[in-house]
């Protein structure tokens, strides 16, 4: 995970696949105080990382993206580049499209080209900031080794596809969670949440899993009014021998609810090879 000091409440979680290519999801919120964030996987250089396009999903929450007449809903939202200045240290270049004043978010985005759908004044919201490493992934070298760090990596339930969770596993022990998933309430907003918590085998008990909220994306962006809202509990428990694991929860909004679903691996990351 990496974050600017001058921003703390946003920032984004970043692996490198078995292939070569960094796979990031960003999480913000937009100009209105909502919660946003976006993903993808995109290009590696020498000393770089290029993102030329990054999704913004809409979907219900237990549903992933089947929102809105069953069709999945995503568009173009993002550009985000990285130029590594030290070991702990990237220059992020980002920008952002607002989508305020535009038609109601449904369907497919336009094709490479094809303009915005009119009346839809779009306009960039660009900056740049030089971010530091908050965390390091358990096996990133032969020096941090940790039992766990297999679970490290993206996962998600088909049955919900377009939801899902990242798991950042460290070498004391602990797993960092991020649950990118949607609100309860039929606006297709989706919503971010996040804790971590230390492994008993391969299972981690969130007890008090957090949404962060209270921020403006742009230069409103204000962090002293973040507000961190219990959301509820989480518990997650992995299978090595299958690669799949079990989520359960328990929100204390009712319209969230209670519940668990199957998990299965969607990425992995690259990992040191060590004897």
């Known amino acids: 995970s990496w974050f ?26 937009t100009p209105e ?3 946003l964030w976006y993903f993808e996987v995109g290009h590696s250089g020498d000393r770089f990382l290029d993102w030329p396009k990054l999704l913004e999903t809409r979907g219900d929450f237990g549903l992933g993206l089947r929102w809105s007449d069953d069709r999945p809903a995503l568009r173009d939202i993002a550009r985000l ?13 980002r920008s952002v499209i607002d989508y305020s004043g535009c038609p109601p978010f449904n369907g497919l985005p336009p094709a490479d080209g094809e303009p915005v759908p009119l009346p839809c004044p779009v306009s960039p919201i660009s900056d740049r900031s ?32 377009g939801e899902g969770f990242v798991v950042e596993v460290f070498e004391n022990g602990r797993g ?53 809202q219990d ?16 989520a359960r929860f ?18 992995r990351p690259m990992l040191a090879e060590c004897e």
């Open 81 to 93: 580049r990285i130029d590594r200045l030290g070991d702990a240290t990237i220059q992020v270049e």
């Open 130 to 161: 030089a971010q530091i490493q908050l965390t390091r992934l358990a096996g990133s070298t032969c020096d941090n080794q940790d039992p766990h760090q297999w679970i490290s990596g993206a996962w998600f339930s088909p049955d919900r596809a």
């Open 250 to 267: 328990d929100a204390f909004n009712p319209s969230f609810g209670s519940g668990e679903f199957q998990l299965e691996r969607l990425a």
């Open 176 to 228: 960092l969670v991020y649950w990118f998933t949607y609100a309860a309430d039929g606006s297709g907003q989706p919503i971010w949440l996040t804790a971590d918590a230390r492994f008993r085998d391969n299972m981690l008990q969130i007890d008090s899993l957090l949404r962060p909220t209270g921020v403006r994306a742009g230069r409103d962006f204000d962090n002293n009014g973040l507000i961190l």
């Open 231 to 246: 959301w509820g509990s989480l518990t997650l428990d992995f299978d090595g021998e299958q690669d799949t694991g079990v």
């Open 4 to 29: 600017s000091p001058q921003r703390s409440g946003e920032g984004f979680s970043l692996m490198l696949l078995d292939s070569g290519q960094p796979l990031i999801y960003s999480f913000t919120y």
């Open 33 to 35: 105080g909502e919660q």
